[in-house]
T-cell receptor, first 111, second 113 residues
Framework: QKEVEQNSGPLSVPEGAIASLNCTYSDRGSQSFFWYRQYSGKSPELIMFIYSNGDKEDGRFTAQLNKASQYVSLLIRDSQPSDSATYLCAANSNSGYALNFGKGTSLLVTP | EPEVTQTPSHQVTQMGQEVILRCVPISNHLYFYWYRQILGQKVEFLVSFYNNEISEKSEIFDDQFSVERPDGSNFTLKIRSTKLEDSAMYFC???????????FGPGTRLTVL
């Protein structure tokens, strides 16, 4: 079973702080990794994706990938209360077609 | 900005009935997907569709499920005989290429009574 693991949280950070979300995956064949944000009752909304080892920055978000450790992370700088949501980590399946999702980490940003 | 659309937003059906969930993927995308999310659980892959055929399916996608692209814009998921455990949010997604980002529609909440 190809698994994507995330700490369910909740992760609570004060407004303006850095939120750090982590994810591990078991399928060494996965090549691309995605972070989605999901508000309660809504669909996943893409934040960013990464496929090369290292860091990738997009505005307040930085994704980090370490394929040797099978580890993906998402940093959110200057966290805002509107960032409070569940963050889903997903990995492309070995075949390339499907996304395997983790259960998500609930983030709460307190004013 | 182009987006994936889904109809209906909420479908209520009786156990044993057939339902068809509809999706309009982003117009230039080539890969189409259905996922489901049971309340409180993770998003689960059901099926992917490319070049008018199923390219991959999960164990969930059994003989009760089928997909179709009846014309150049719509992509449908049919559940032949619904069960109580089919109650979930069903998300359609599309992507331009196999390693590009997948964009999700707003979902259809299916309630089986």
């Amino acid at each position: 079973q190809k698994e994507v693991e995330q700490n369910s949280g909740p992760l609570s950070v004060p407004e303006g702080a850095i939120a750090s979300l982590n994810c591990t995956y078991s399928d060494r064949g996965s090549q691309s990794f995605f972070w989605y944000r999901q508000y309660s009752g809504k669909s996943p909304e893409l934040i960013m994706f990464i496929y090369s080892n290292g860091d990738k920055e997009d505005g307040r978000f930085t994704a980090q990938l370490n394929k040797a450790s099978q580890y993906v992370s998402l940093l959110i700088r200057d966290s805002q209360p509107s960032d409070s949501a569940t963050y889903l980590c997903a990995a492309n399946s070995n075949s390339g077609y499907a996304l395997n999702f983790g259960k998500g980490t609930s983030l709460l940003v307190t004013p | 900005e182009p987006e994936v659309t889904q109809t209906p937003s909420h479908q209520v059906t009786q156990m044993g009935q057939e339902v068809i969930l509809r999706c309009v993927p982003i117009s230039n995308h080539l890969y189409f997907y259905w996922y489901r999310q049971i309340l409180g659980q993770k998003v689960e892959f059901l099926v992917s569709f490319y070049n008018n055929e199923i390219s991959e399916k999960s164990e969930i996608f059994d003989d009760q499920f089928s997909v179709e692209r009846p014309d150049g814009s719509n992509f449908t998921l049919k559940i032949r005989s619904t069960k109580l455990e089919d109650s979930a949010m069903y998300f359609c997604a599309s992507r331009l290429g196999v390693y590009n980002e997948q964009f999700f529609g707003p979902g259809t909440r299916l309630t089986v009574l």
